[in-house]
């Protein structure tokens, strides 16, 4: 008997329900608010809409927002440093991933000490962490129900990987209203966050029945509405489709983890601090390209939830349509560029291999990778 394990936190979804941030702190028994976000959910107003929530159920608050795109393990550090010293017992993030990842790691580190590079890989934590309510204003990352933070270590100019249970917030709350303040090019990059998401999660080595439900439903999402949610902001029903897809895709990767894409983008970020979305974008269609071979089913199955007329074609064919309908895709929402427009010098390529070889996402890609493997993919996406 195969025996796997299905983790999400409770999900709050639809558009008002940000409404209910302060009613789900205060039942998990929260009395002082560590809010973390960023400078530009800040000044769409989504904060102060939080706070206006929580302190409307009697509880007090402290803003930490001194993080980046890519956020640090000092900004981590800084962090767990202002919750101590504001005596606060419980969290809320309100963001993309980059708070939330924050949020994440500055709860382990209040919990159990260290510094993040102290949990990097696979269940390091020991200590159960505070209370945690994330909401998030993009849908990409899918942060909000996944088992993941991903930290850049400034020491070594890479993404750190943190995986465990403990890191699953116990309520997410996805309203799709805050979605509108983000613009098309953050959309764009966002989704093919999640459009990643999915396609890495449905043919990784750990996918499962539960996970193939989600990922296949967020790609088909995600092929039916990033280009309308791209083109217009306030298309509502688009933005709602959208925040579905990317919640599908955090459900489905928190559980079956992701693959080649992920571990190479987490070494380009950790580099260039460059959107991931972006150098999801770049990498993505030439990783699909390598691992057709180990999963050819599966992609046909991703071709047609592409939308892609896959009847009559074998496993191969059908497959590689969905590496089409990938492209295809990029070329219309404005990010089919290569690394090499992104910045990344071809010098580097040997260095971010190796580092990729030791990111735990690769563990679960369909088709083992070498280092020359990961050298030569770098190089098409150049």
Same mark, same amino acid.
């Given at each position: ?73 000092? &900004? ?43 949990? &990097? ?35 070594? #100019? ?78 509502? &029903? ?47 269609? #030439? ?96």
């Amino acid at each position: 008997m195969n025996i796997s394990k299905f983790v999400t936190p409770e999900i709050i979804f639809g558009c008002g329900c940000f409404s209910q941030v302060g009613e789900s702190a205060l039942r998990l028994g929260i009395s002082k608010v560590f809010v973390v976000s960023d400078e530009g959910v800040i000044k769409a107003g989504w904060v102060e809409k939080c706070l206006d929530y929580l302190h409307a159920v009697g509880l007090q608050t402290e803003v930490y927002s001194a993080l980046t795109t890519n956020p640090k393990d000092s &900004e981590v550090l800084a962090g767990a440093e202002r919750y101590r010293a504001a005596g606060c017992d419980g969290i809320v993030a309100v963001g993309g991933g980059s708070p939330t990842d924050v949020a994440k790691t500055v709860a382990i580190l209040v919990t159990n000490g260290g510094a993040p590079v102290d949990y &990097e890989g696979i269940n390091r934590i020991t200590r159960p962490l505070p209370p945690m309510v994330i909401v998030p204003s993009t849908a990409g990352a899918g942060s909000e129900v996944s088992q993941f933070a991903i930290i850049v270590d400034t020491r070594r #100019h890479l993404k750190m990987s943190i995986i465990s249970k403990s890191l699953v917030p116990d309520i997410a709350l996805v309203d799709p209203e805050l979605l509108r303040t983000k613009d098309s090019q953050l959309a764009a990059a966002t989704g093919v966050d999640a459009l990643t998401h999915g396609i890495e999660s449905f043919v990784s080595l750990a996918a499962t029945p539960l996970t193939d439900v989600h990922a296949l439903k967020a790609v088909q999402l995600i092929a039916q509405n990033l280009r309308r949610a791209v083109r217009d902001r306030e298309d509502m &029903e688009a933005n709602t489709h959208m925040a579905m897809a990317s919640l599908s895709a955090g459900i489905a990767f928190s559980n079956a983890i992701l693959g080649a894409t992920h571990a190479m983008t987490h070494q380009v970020d950790g580099l260039l601090d460059q959107h991931h979305g972006e150098t999801n974008a770049s990498i993505l269609p #030439h990783v699909m390209a390598f691992n057709l071979s180990a999963c050819p089913e599966k992609y046909r199955q991703l071709a047609s939830a592409l939308g892609k007329d896959v009847r009559g074609c074998d496993p191969l064919r059908g497959g590689a349509l969905a590496i089409e309908a990938v492209r295809e895709l990029m070329q219309e929402i404005g990010l089919a560029k290569g690394l090499g427009e992104l910045g990344l010098a071809e010098s580097v390529i040997p260095s971010l291999s190796r580092n990729a070889l030791l990111d735990a996402c690769l563990v679960t890609n369909p088709r083992e990778a070498s280092c020359a493997d990961l050298e030569a993919i770098f190089r098409l996406a150049l």
